[in-house]
């Protein structure tokens, strides 16, 4: 089956083969000809299975078929509006609208917090018929009255469960109040919380279910290793891996920010060239850092889980636990990244005395025993005693100083008000 018998335009077919692909993945296969018929959809996908063009795709084919209904003070409104739950994530995803809409006239844009308003209010005021943006500075934007969401036609929900995870939920409630009635809704989710059921039942009429199989489960493509090593010696054992193999583009996960900055700076003395990427750093930073790894001018980056989500990177090679994640999906999460749309990937994770519980959870989540690996030299103390992992560390790694990570996330709407940051103030 290729793109063009699934009902989208010229225009549009010929972007998407620019960009090298031949088959629509599965979940395009089912989203797209639902999307062209103005469905409601429920999608349970995955980054890394190609759910953006299976939105973005029947979203530019439907705009641009069917021009505005009038006009709002001189110029088109706002049609569609992207939501998602990091600034990584929004501005890939608006990219991969302007790269499948560039043989069409519409417009886009991003807004994310963590750099200017005013640029943002500037481009608010011409033409934009998409919008990409992260739910937090985008109610800056409505109470400032710099945007008007009162003639969107379709909503997308993108990584809707992370969005809850991070404490969105309120403001993704209050976003729905300022869109018209009428609408097409899209909701993406990789998982399907309690919540997240709810949060659908209240949005979607009549959707069309999609559940594609979830590559990352079962990550045929990507290599798998776990190396057990002493907690002290982890950094020196993963400098070692990376000129040993001759690593030259890796990714690689610790669980707190602090440790991130740590690790950078060790790494540095073994005169291995890294980044590190958080919630602490600013947008620019983390632009510029995560520009120089895509390019390849930078070795290593280090990432915690939230601020690596969303990572796009054709053909990633390596990725690196330092630290296994405290909550199993995690894992899935962050090896996603590699071995994308068929390209092969390795993922190697250095596991120590403290982190065998959390090796058992992953294990039983993939349902399979991961391969271990003692490298010589790195042999770990068959004596030493597990100490406990800082579960308070966690918090507080996303975009928002409070963002709860997914195992720490909030039981009550109390608890999350309580360390909520009012709407002016907020850091994202
Ligand atoms: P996503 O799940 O949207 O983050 O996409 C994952 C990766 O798959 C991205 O690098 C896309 O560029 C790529 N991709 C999306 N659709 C296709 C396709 N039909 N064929 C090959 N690669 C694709």
């Known amino acids: 089956m290729s793109f063009s018998t699934l009902g989208l335009s010229d225009e549009i077919v010929r972007a998407v083969v620019d960009r090298g692909y031949t088959d629509p993945t599965p979940i395009q296969k089912q989203a797209i000809p639902a999307v062209l018929l103005g469905r409601d959809l429920l999608a349970g996908a995955q980054t890394g299975t190609g759910k953006t063009a299976g939105f973005t795709l029947p979203i530019l084919h439907r705009l641009s078929e069917k021009g505005p209904s009038g006009l ?24 991969s609208v302007r790269d499948y809409g560039k043989h069409l006239s519409l417009t886009s844009a991003v807004i994310f917090g963590g750099v200017s308003m005013s640029s943002q209010v500037r481009r608010l005021k011409s033409r934009l018929d998409i ?43 209050r976003v729905l109040t300022l869109l018209p009635k009428q609408r097409q809704n899209l909701l ?31 990550p045929d493509l990507v290599a798998q290793k776990i190396y057990p090593v002493d907690r002290e010696r982890k950094r020196a054992l993963l400098a070692y891996l990376i000129k040993r193999d001759g690593w030259n583009q890796v990714l690689v996960f610790t669980r707190t920010k602090h440790g991130a900055d740590r690790l950078v700076k060790q790494l540095a003395q073994d005169q291995i060239p890294a ?30 889980d939230i601020a690596a989500r969303g990572i796009d990177i054709t053909d990633l090679p390596h990725v690196v636990n330092f630290e296994l994640p405290n909550v199993p999906e995690d894992y899935v999460h962050r090896i996603g990244r590699t071995g994308r749309a068929g390209a092969e990937g390795q993922a190697v994770s250095l596991v120590c005395v403290d982190e065998h519980k959390l090796l058992t959870g992953i294990e039983k989540l993939l349902k399979r025993s991961l391969p271990q690996e003692v490298v010589t030299g790195f042999e770990p103390d068959p004596h030493a005693q597990p100490e406990p992992i800082q579960n308070g560390q ?29 709407l002016r103030s907020r850091p994202h």
């Open 131 to 173: 919008l990409v943006a992260t739910p937090g500075r985008l109610l800056d934007h409505v109470q400032q009255g710099t945007i008007d969401l009162s003639r969107v036609e379709i909503l997308v929900l993108d990584e809707a469960d992370r969005m809850l995870d991070m404490g969105f939920i309120r403001d993704i409630r």
């Open 72 to 95: 709002d003070r001189g110029r088109p409104p706002i049609r569609s509006l992207i939501l998602t739950p990091t600034r990584e994530l929004a501005a890939q995803v608006e990219e």
């Open 275 to 304: 980044l590190a990427i958080h919630g602490n750093k600013s947008q620019a930073a983390r632009t510029r850092a995560l520009a120089k790894f895509k390019e390849g001018s930078l070795r290593v980056l280090v990432a915690t």
């Open 188 to 218: 993406f989710s990789a998982t399907f919380s309690e919540e997240i059921k709810t949060l659908a039942a209240g949005l979607l009429n009549n959707p069309v279910m999609i559940q594609v199989e979830n590559r990352n489960t079962t």
């Open 394 to 422: 966690q918090r507080g790694q996303g975009n928002r100083s409070t963002a709860p990570s997914a195992s720490s996330r909030p039981k009550s709407s109390a608890q999350m008000g309580s360390s909520r940051p009012s």
